[in-house]
């Protein structure tokens, strides 16, 4: 088999710790990253799956009836290429791999919504953003994330302030937080969507195997 290729979405910036972190992530997975962004907006033929990736909150046009003008920090351009993306997984039938503002896109493009902001959702866990792993959720026993990660709890870090509201379409719920916010989807078709960032706990191997579920999904369909 050769080695996936796994197109990468996110900032068009040169220095995004995000995406040396997820290149180094699928690297250790036996995986090759390819980037894909507003600059970089070619997808290969040869592609494999999709890692759609954190970064700015989603415009809220796209799933509620907010105007397009609406103020916030927003990039419709991305927005677009991510759309193209998913839409590319999903009727290909390739992986794909939602992390933070990647999970919450895919969602919305399968008819979910969002809550816009969840602080006044938190009664247990905490509001302040934080890169290590401090936060408990509760993994279904049954799902193909809890298979992967070994574990049906597991600690995470936290850096949004907005979250999956209802469920787009095929999506099922497999881990929430202890304020019962959904945490992480799947779906039959190789769709997984986390709400925190695993490539910043790569020294972990449960938040590897999140990863590593690409290549097994991409082997498995060979």
Not at 5 to 17: D, L
Not at 40 to 54: L, Q
Not at 159 to 169: D, E, I, P, S, Y
Request: hydrophobic share 40%; charged share 25%.
């Amino acid at each position: 088999m050769n080695t996936p290729i796994i197109g990468v979405t996110g900032s068009s910036k040169r220095w995004s710790p995000s995406w040396w972190c997820i290149r180094t992530a699928l690297f250790l997975t036996g995986c090759r990253a390819h980037r894909i962004s507003v600059l970089r907006p070619n997808i290969p033929r040869n592609i494999d799956g999709f890692v759609i990736s954190g970064g700015d909150d989603i415009h809220p046009h796209l799933y509620d009836k907010a105007p397009p003008d609406a103020e916030g920090d927003f990039d419709p351009e991305r927005d677009q290429l991510e759309i193209t993306c998913i839409n590319h997984a999903l009727e290909s039938g390739k992986p794909l791999l939602g992390i933070c503002r990647g999970a919450q896109l895919i969602n919305v493009v399968l008819g979910g919504d969002l809550h816009q902001d969840i602080n006044p959702l938190r009664k247990i866990t905490s509001r302040r953003a934080h890169l290590a792993p401090l936060k408990t959720i509760l993994l279904e026993p049954q799902s193909h994330i809890a298979e992967a990660v070994k574990r049906k709890r597991l600690k995470v870090n936290s850096l949004h302030n907005q979250a999956v509201r209802n469920l787009g379409k095929g999506l099922c719920c497999v881990g929430r937080d202890k304020d019962d916010i959904i945490q992480a989807f799947e779906s039959e078709a190789g769709v997984i969507g986390v709400q925190w960032h695993p490539e910043y706990l790569l020294i972990f191997p449960s938040q590897l195997a999140i990863f590593k579920w690409l290549h097994h999904f991409i082997k498995d369909k060979d």
